[in-house]
């Protein structure tokens, strides 16, 4: 590389045309996407950086800052592979050997695993579950109303009691609110929208049987209409394109979910949904372009980062 940059140079000091010119390119062209190769295998095997970007980037950097940039890439490269360490040797493994171990398990004590064991007998731990309102504790509280416990199934009677009657008496306090009053159209806006959250919450928690929580999730989306008819929120927006996923309508879901990021939503909320509607669509071009476009999307939130590593 070095060779091939200095002999285009000194060819074109010796014949300064057009014929030294074109020599000294084709040498600094060759030499460029040489040390850009050597370059760019370095960052895929020890940084895992992909090849076809680095390649891009290094022969860019290379080609078009001059023969300098070859000579001190060149010496850098040198330099590198002087100090580096070669990475650990990796050991085969007897994979029979490995599957052939019995792991020792033991069942957890909290958290949401916990929540699938039915067969709940410690009566701390249950007290402790009232705490939290989500799908899955609503249907571990529904199925202690079956255990023989007493004192189980009259605190999963209670908590499901009161978790319903809670949302309902919101729900109920702000139509009066709604019906009763003249209200600006900003109060009407973020009551219509509480309204929305609150009918979809009724809904999702699982409170109901199908047929009754289907009243919740159609009032639900007349609120986020109505709502929208005063002002365009991302929320709302997103809040929709779940219904309509739930409702089976994966072309509406699409389109909420779009206008959702459009509109300023985080994508790594949407991008779960938006990519569900995308395949239940069989839509996989734009899946495809969707995923290459939001790569790298990060979460704090271990369940939501698990979906979209799914996807993305």
């Not at 416990?149 to 009259?154: M, Q």
Request: proline share 3%.
């Amino acid at each position: 590389m070095i060779f091939l940059e200095t002999t285009g140079l000194y060819t074109l000091i010796q014949h300064p045309t057009v014929f030294g010119f074109i020599t000294y390119l084709f040498s600094h062209l060759i030499a460029s996407l040489l040390l850009a190769t050597i370059v760019a295998g370095i960052l895929k095997i020890f940084y895992k950086y992909p090849y076809r970007h680095a390649l891009i980037l290094s022969f860019s950097i290379f080609f078009f800052l001059g023969p300098f940039a070859v000579l001190f890439g060149v010496i850098s490269v040198l330099i590198y592979t002087k100090i580096s360490k070669a990475p650990a040797p990796v050991k085969e493994v007897n994979y029979e050997l490995v599957f052939s171990v019995r792991v020792l398990s033991e069942e957890r004590r909290l958290g949401e695993g916990s929540l699938r064991f039915t067969k709940v007998k410690d009566l701390e731990m249950v007290v402790y579950f009232t705490k939290f309102y989500h799908p899955l504790t609503v249907r571990f509280f529904k199925e202690l109303l079956f255990s023989d416990n007493d004192e189980l199934r009259l605190l999963a009677n209670s908590y499901l009691k009161n978790a319903e009657k809670y949302l309902q008496e919101l729900i109920y306090e702000l139509e009066k609110i709604l019906e009763g009053q003249d209200l600006g159209k900003d109060v009407k806006f973020f009551v219509c929208r509480a309204l929305a959250f609150l009918n979809w919450d009724v809904y999702y928690l699982g409170f109901m049987e199908e047929q009754i929580a289907k009243k919740y999730l159609d009032n639900a989306k007349e609120y986020v209409i109505k709502a929208l008819e005063i002002r365009e929120d991302p929320s709302l927006y997103m809040l929709m394109g779940r219904m309509e996923l739930v409702s089976g309508d994966y072309q509406k879901a699409y389109e909420h979910f779009k206008r959702a990021l459009n509109l300023g939503m985080e994508s790594v909320k949407v991008l779960p949904y938006l990519l569900e509607a995308l395949y239940k669509l069989r839509n996989f071009k734009e899946l495809k372009q969707v995923s290459e476009k939001y790569r790298g999307t990060y979460s704090v939130n271990p369940k939501r980062m698990a979906l979209i590593s799914a996807w993305v």
